[in-house]
């Protein structure tokens, strides 16, 4: 079996929108502190080919990931589904669509979008060798904290900087993140090719106050090793991502600097002593698998629709309404979130067929390399449903990988119960309804996605 690393440049140009820190913010590119890549992986087995493709972008929606997709095959000479998608969720990149009022995507840039990031498996395509694969796991702590049971730094008063940024930092409940970076490595007579790393946490050192483009301390990382290691391709896998955010995010411009620097740095770090720890392990077989299923929807039906959407309509016509997105009641609901709102149910009721509310699958893929097996899913993954899947899958090594061809968050039980963020207002978000039991079904499916690949 023969494996090739590649990448190729999808950094945006100025003056495009960004993706993500809240609706309607109109966060417009100033400057490229660093370039966006996309990167590839092809392994090739006799004539059968099967491709990872991780993107500096905070997501694709359905259609995105299909396209891109197939653009992808055509040029690395597989099937579309055979192509691993997945992204690293900076939210200092271009929005690419899915998500209503996070970031309006440039027409441009979307049409040109594709064929750069083909570009990456061609290059990947050409540098296919023989190689030997090592694989290690590490401790990476103090670099997470889990936002739903810790302070995951959205409190109005936070620690100071230089806390969180100590070497020596760690969260209160470091039960509730996963302390583990996952390293699997490729090199020829000596000299790395390429390396995945594996880390479950947002991408999200910056703010709504930040109007820079870069891949946020996983992109930066992935960078240092690559001019550490010249000519090699360092990927992230984002893994149980949902609730775990980094120390520091959500400050100003010159916080956002410093943190970006020191906990790129640290993240680096760990990466390198994966690499110092990994050992040879066999990769003898390689195997793909896509489905696409579908997760129980919390019920509702066109009259209960057109009820909330003529409750949202009225307050967007009381005098003294302002298009200030900042402006409203608090927490959640801000002129700009009950515009998502909006937007959501309407989007939701036009996909309406009859009495039906739309029945929309997600992603589900698997991709095996050896021991390896890399389980995604097109959703954010909270953190405590790892665990059923690590358990349940007969592979040494699963790793759950988030964002896999998809957008919309898999929250556990508890962020359910509570009706907020991640399980109300994200599906308003996508247009589409809340999951009912996505904290019981998603561990099942990835489990029965792990088997089938054994």
Known sequence: MKAGFGSSDITPRPGVQLAGY????????????????????VLAAGRRRHVLVNLELCGTDRATAAR??????????????????????????PSTG??????????????TLPARVAEAAARAVAALTGVEWRYAEVPCEGIAVNRETDRGGWEPKPDPLAVRLHPRWRPARPQD????????????????????????????????????????????????????????????????????????????????????RVLSRKYAAVIRRGLRAARPVAVDQVRGLRQEVEFARVRTTRRELLARLAKLEAEFQVPGVTDDPKRGRPPLHTQGMQMVRLQGLRTLLAGFRGGRPPRLPVNVQGLRIGPVALLGVGLEVFHSLQAPVLRGSPQPH??????CGGLGYAPDQRACEKVGYTDDLVPSILGETPYKKIYRELPEAMVRLARQLA
């Open 177 to 260: 993140t996963d302390p583990t970076l996952r390293v699997l490595a490729a090199y020829a007579d000596g000299r790395l090719l390429g390396v995945l790393h594996h880390f479950g946490c947002h991408a999200v050192v910056g703010s709504e106050q930040t109007f820079d483009v870069h891949g946020d301390f996983v992109g930066l990382a992935s960078q240092t090793i690559e001019r550490l290691h010249p000519g090699a391709t360092a990927i992230f896998l984002p893994g149980a991502i949902g609730d775990i955010n980094p120390p520091v995010c959500h400050r100003g411009p010159a916080e956002t600097a410093r943190a970006l």
């Open 68 to 93: 891109l997709r197939a653009a992808v095959a055509q040029r690395a000479g597989c099937r579309p589904d055979e192509v691993f998608l997945t992204v690293t969720h900076t939210h200092s990149g």
């Open 398 to 403: 699963p790793w759950l990988v988030s964002l």
């Open 98 to 111: 899915g998500m209503l009022g996070w970031g309006e995507p440039d027409a441009l840039y979307m049409e």
């Open 22 to 41: 809240g609706p309607h913010r109109n966060r417009a590119a100033q400057k490229i502190t660093a370039p966006l890549h996309a990167r590839a992986l």
